[in-house]
């Protein structure tokens, strides 16, 4: 593998002991990997020392038909140095039942709606979060659409409406 | 009299009237959700002009209006508030369901899209297009003025034997989820509705 | 269970909960169909006589599963899709989306195209602010500035239909180039629009930048600070009004933006007035980027070379000869399709709104796996429960209007 050039390569050896195999590229994405349970303190240490100070995305993808996946849900960070330039792409994976992570809110406050999103639409609950509700669904929905076991066309619930004619309105 | 009347020639008359003062004072409620939206405020400004069919005053309280103009995609959430403001208008009211994804879901055939309004609330107009030129809705809104004049009456007895929904009839929901989930199975892309 | 009219009371009960010891408090339901939002959002707020003491958005009326109806369409399919996320300026999201595809792909687009797609961004650019600033000027009770910026956008809506003959959602982007070239006539419409629009410009600029009604209900409302513009995940001139100077077709060129000269607007006010400036003062960048950008098109063929199987073939090509009907099958046919890398991209350029980004991940078959779209508006109406709590209730339009919120690109 080539060598990555980016400043928190030397930084999360340093503080977290991750090497090479942790890191990947594709273009100009450098992203690493981390387990679900140190998620919080990587982000905590590449806010404060790395200078990574925008969050500018948080979303997940579903693995389930992924070819070669070994988890089932992908939650990615994409995070940006406001300052350099520099992105960086954190990746963790969680699995079911009960996908779980911390939630990044205390770090930055964009996080809060993108949180909720993600739980909304893939069912990952973020602990800590301040108001983990529905966001996009209704709240008596109970699936999560973009789980790749739910159908692109529902299962009904679009139909499910009482109906007004004319001659009651 | 010595020359007979024909029975109702007084009535027509009144109807006429009557169904020529409304049609030339349309008040719609701009229902307006998505893109056609951006169409539905083209249509009312500089270059397309509405107020040439005595139909810009806009009214957005639904209490004021009379012809509801659904310019966008309604999706689940807010096919309530849809139902709920189409109740609060006062009759004789009408409704153009402007775009392809009021009419029928468009191209957005997916979970939480309503496959076209005129399954839950009746539908006077419907106005193709994704987004329909304002030259459309400006033509649909001559078409209701027409049919207003032709089946008008006084106190609105045509919407009375209007008892069904114009549209298809929504699919029983054990049925949807059966075929669904068939699709599902097979990994054959699903069916439509 | 049917979703009932009943349970839009729900929320509002459980907002009036919080404040039951304080009775003087009393709760204001505004929207989902309120003319100021332009589009449908709601948003409960608990009001102490006319002060805001809390708002708290209620959003989705919108969602129509973009994100899902990407697993579901191929590469060059989605891009009519995408056009109807930020339907101010849909051509802005297509030249997101193939900017992201093409990244993955590895496919570099002609010099051509770089231009073309660099004028379409920009006048989609104008397109949003014209109406922005016309819609928050709207709002704020001056009609004609509307009316003048309404005129502009038909204007422009006439150089899209000509270029590929839908005015609106125009779907012109493809994979490795556009629908069609651009002719002459589109070049010339182009030119004549640029000779008109700084009139309407200082028109509009003259009724509004120093009129005393509007400095009052924009000055000072709504004001986002730098540090919180950052954590707040704010891009785009939302970001740029608060003194954030970051830009991507600066800080990340793209498309012919380093060939061209252009200024970063920023300023540090922050608030309703600091980004009307904003928008107004990036109009006047935009139409120097475009008038710079048509009179130096390159000429040579604006797709690029369709050997590699990605791209589909030239049209005449497609119509005339059996080998160009055959690759045109080969593209788009549903078992057929191109091959993607087994990867994952994050890819984004500045939309008029901030920063569009979509994070693509591809399972090597012609389907994207998931496609997310990063949506600015999404990010930017996060911001408004921070920001309007001691405000008038006649101030939160101003808001609304100046944070630019689009319910298509908020709910997806
Ligand atoms: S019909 Fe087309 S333009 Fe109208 S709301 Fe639907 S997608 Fe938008």
């Given at each position: 593998?080539t060598?990555?050039?980016?400043?928190?390569?030397?930084?999360?050896?340093?503080?977290?002991?991750?090497?090479?195999?942790?890191?990947s590229?594709?273009?100009?994405?450098?992203?690493?990997?981390?387990?679900?349970?140190?998620?919080?303190?990587?982000?905590?240490?590449?806010?404060?020392?790395?200078?990574?100070?925008?969050?500018?995305?948080?979303?997940?993808?579903?693995?389930?038909?992924?070819?070669?996946a070994?988890?089932?849900?992908?939650v990615?960070?994409?995070?940006?140095?406001?300052?350099?330039?520099?992105?960086?792409?954190?990746?963790?994976?969680?699995?079911?039942?009960?996908?779980?992570?911390?939630?990044?809110?205390?770090?930055?406050?964009?996080a809060?709606w993108?949180?909720?999103?993600?739980?909304?639409?893939?069912g990952?609950?973020?602990?800590?979060?301040?108001?983990?509700?529905?966001?996009?669904?209704?709240?008596?929905?109970?699936?999560?659409?973009?789980?790749?076991?739910?159908?692109?066309?529902?299962?009904g619930?679009?139909?499910?409406?009482?109906v007004?004619?004319?001659?009651?309105? | 009299?010595?020359?007979?009347?024909p029975?109702?020639?007084?009535?027509?008359?009144v109807?006429?009237?009557a169904?020529?003062?409304?049609k030339?004072?349309?008040?719609p409620?701009?229902?307006?959700?998505?893109?056609?939206?951006?169409?539905?405020?083209?249509?009312?400004?500089?270059?397309?002009?509405?107020?040439?069919?005595?139909?810009?005053?806009?009214?957005?309280?639904?209490?004021?209006?009379?012809?509801?103009?659904v310019?966008?995609?309604?999706?689940?959430?807010m096919?309530p508030?849809?139902?709920?403001?189409?109740?609060?208008?006062?009759?004789p009211?009408w409704c153009?369901?402007?775009?392809?994804?009021?009419?029928?879901?468009?191209?957005?055939?997916?979970?939480?899209?309503?496959?076209?309004?005129?399954?839950?609330?009746?539908v006077?107009?419907?106005?193709?297009g994704?987004?329909p030129?304002?030259?459309?809705?400006?033509?649909?809104?001559m078409?209701?003025?027409?049919?207003?004049?032709?089946?008008?009456?006084?106190?609105?007895?045509?919407?009375d034997?209007?008892?069904?929904?114009?549209?298809?009839?929504p699919?029983?929901?054990?049925?949807m989820?059966?075929?669904?989930?068939?699709?599902?199975?097979?990994?054959?892309?699903?069916?439509?509705v | 269970?049917?979703?009932?009219v009943?349970?839009?009371?729900?929320?509002?009960d459980?907002?009036?909960?919080?404040?039951?010891?304080?009775?003087?408090?009393?709760?204001?339901?505004?929207?989902?169909?309120?003319?100021?939002?332009?589009t449908?959002?709601?948003?409960?707020?608990?009001?102490?006589?006319?002060?805001?003491?809390k708002?708290?958005p209620?959003?989705?009326?919108?969602?129509?599963?973009?994100e899902?109806l990407?697993?579901?369409?191929?590469?060059?399919?989605?891009?009519?899709?995408?056009?109807?996320?930020?339907?101010?300026?849909?051509?802005?999201?297509?030249?997101?989306?193939?900017?992201?595809?093409?990244?993955?792909?590895g496919?570099?687009?002609?010099?051509?195209?770089k231009?073309?797609r660099?004028?379409?961004?920009e006048?989609?650019?104008?397109?949003?602010?014209?109406?922005?600033?016309?819609?928050?000027?709207?709002?704020?009770?001056?009609?004609?500035?509307f009316?003048y910026?309404?005129?502009?956008?038909?204007?422009?809506?006439?150089i899209?239909?000509?270029?590929?003959?839908?005015?609106?959602?125009?779907?012109?982007t493809?994979?490795?180039?556009?629908?069609?070239?651009?002719?002459?006539?589109?070049?010339?419409?182009?030119?004549?629009?640029?000779?008109?629009?700084?009139?309407?410009?200082?028109?509009?600029?003259?009724?509004?930048?120093?009129n005393?009604?509007?400095?009052?209900?924009?000055?000072?409302?709504?004001?986002?600070?730098?540090?919180?513009?950052i954590?707040?995940s704010?891009?785009?001139?939302?970001?740029?009004?608060?003194?954030?100077v970051r830009?991507?077709?600066?800080?990340?060129?793209?498309?012919?933006?380093?060939?061209?000269?252009?200024?970063?607007?920023?300023?540090?006010?922050?608030?309703?007035?600091?980004?009307?400036?904003?928008r107004?003062?990036?109009?006047l960048?935009?139409?120097?980027?475009?008038?710079?950008?048509?009179?130096?098109?390159?000429s040579?063929?604006?797709?690029?070379?369709?050997?590699g199987?990605?791209?589909?073939?030239?049209?005449s090509?497609?119509?005339?000869?059996?080998?160009?009907?055959i690759?045109?099958?080969?593209?788009?046919?549903?078992?057929?399709?191109f091959?993607?890398?087994?990867?994952?991209?994050?890819?984004a350029t500045?939309?008029p709104?901030?920063?569009?980004?979509?994070?693509?991940t591809?399972?090597?078959s012609?389907?994207?796996?998931?496609?997310?779209c990063?949506?600015?508006?999404?990010?930017?109406f996060?911001?408004?429960?921070?920001?309007?709590?001691?405000?008038m209730?006649?101030?939160?339009?101003?808001?609304l209007?100046s944070?630019?919120?689009?319910?298509?690109?908020?709910?997806?």
């Open positions: 593998m060598e990555i050039q980016h400043s928190a390569v030397l930084l999360l050896s340093e503080q977290f002991g991750f090497d090479a195999s942790a890191w590229r594709n273009r100009d994405n450098v992203r690493v990997r981390v387990d679900s349970e140190r998620v919080f303190e990587v982000l905590k240490c590449l806010k404060t020392l790395g200078g990574f100070d925008m969050l500018v995305d948080i979303t997940g993808v579903d693995e389930l038909e992924y070819p070669n070994t988890d089932r849900f992908r990615v960070y994409c995070l940006l140095n406001t300052s350099t330039g520099e992105r960086l792409i954190v990746l963790t994976y969680v699995n079911d039942p009960q996908p779980t992570l911390p939630s990044a809110y205390p770090l930055w406050k964009g809060d993108m949180e909720r999103e993600v739980f909304d639409m893939f990952i609950t973020f602990t800590g979060h301040p108001d983990l509700r529905r966001i996009l669904m209704p709240e008596e929905f109970t699936e999560y659409p973009l789980r790749k076991d739910y159908p692109l066309r529902g299962r619930e679009r139909h499910n409406f009482p007004i004619t004319r001659a009651e309105s | 009299m010595a020359v007979g009347l029975e109702n020639v007084f009535m027509t008359t109807n006429a009237a169904s020529w003062c409304r030339n004072s349309l008040w409620m701009p229902f307006a959700t998505a893109c056609c939206g951006i169409e539905l405020m083209a249509t009312a400004s500089s270059r397309y002009d509405l107020a040439r069919f005595g139909a810009e005053v806009m009214r957005f309280s639904p209490r004021q209006c009379d012809l509801m103009i310019a966008g995609r309604v999706v689940m959430k096919m508030v849809l139902q709920r403001i189409w109740l609060q208008m006062p009759e009211k153009i369901s402007m775009g392809a994804c009021a009419c029928s879901g468009g191209v957005f055939d997916t979970y939480a899209v309503v496959q076209g309004v005129d399954r839950f609330i009746p006077d107009m419907y106005v193709p994704c987004p030129r304002p030259e459309q809705l400006i033509q649909a809104i078409d209701l003025q027409n049919k207003i004049q032709q089946t008008g009456t006084l106190n609105g007895t045509e919407f034997t209007r008892t069904q929904p114009t549209g298809p009839q699919f029983d929901r054990e049925e989820w059966r075929i669904e989930d068939a699709a599902l199975q097979s990994k054959v892309g699903g069916f439509g | 269970m049917p979703f009932e009943s349970d839009l009371s729900a929320d509002v459980a907002a009036a909960g919080e404040y039951a010891d304080k009775e003087y408090l009393w709760t204001l339901n505004f929207g989902p169909q309120h003319p100021a939002t332009h449908t959002l709601r948003l409960i707020l608990t009001l102490d006589g006319e002060k805001v003491v708002a708290v209620d959003i989705g009326y919108l969602h129509s599963g973009f899902k990407a697993e579901d369409l191929d590469y060059n399919q989605y891009v009519t899709i995408v056009d109807r996320m930020n339907y101010l300026s849909p051509l802005a999201n297509e030249i997101a989306w193939h900017h992201a595809v093409e990244k993955l792909l496919i570099e687009i002609t010099p051509r195209c231009y073309v660099t004028i379409i961004a006048l989609m650019r104008l397109h949003d602010h014209l109406l922005n600033t016309g819609t928050s000027a709207l709002d704020l009770g001056a009609f004609t500035a009316l910026f309404f005129q502009q956008r038909e204007l422009i809506y006439d899209s239909e000509c270029a590929s003959g839908q005015r609106f959602h125009s779907s012109y493809r994979v490795g180039g556009v629908l069609f070239d651009v002719t002459n006539e589109w070049v010339e419409k182009v030119r004549s629009f640029c000779r008109g629009f700084r009139a309407v410009h200082t028109e509009v600029d003259g009724l509004l930048t120093r005393r009604i509007f400095i009052d209900r924009t000055k000072g409302v709504g004001v986002l600070s730098k540090e919180d513009a954590n707040f704010c891009t785009g001139p939302v970001a740029r009004a608060s003194g954030v830009d991507l077709r600066k800080d990340e060129p793209y498309l012919a933006y380093p060939d061209l000269d252009f200024k970063v607007i920023c300023t540090t006010g922050g608030d309703c007035y600091a980004r009307y400036l904003v107004m003062h990036e109009m960048e935009s139409i120097k980027l475009i008038e710079q950008a048509v009179e130096n098109i390159p040579g063929p604006i797709n690029v070379d369709p050997e199987k990605a791209v589909l073939p030239n049209k090509n497609v119509y005339q000869s059996i080998e160009g009907l690759h045109h099958f080969e593209v788009i046919m549903p078992n057929r399709g091959a993607t890398p087994t990867e994952s991209i994050y890819a500045e939309s709104n901030g920063e569009l980004g979509f994070y693509i591809a399972d090597s012609s389907k994207p796996y998931r496609a997310r990063r949506p600015p508006s999404y990010i930017h996060a911001v408004f429960p921070h920001i309007i709590p001691g405000h209730l006649s101030d939160v339009v101003a808001v209007g944070l630019n919120i689009i319910a298509a690109e908020l709910d997806r």
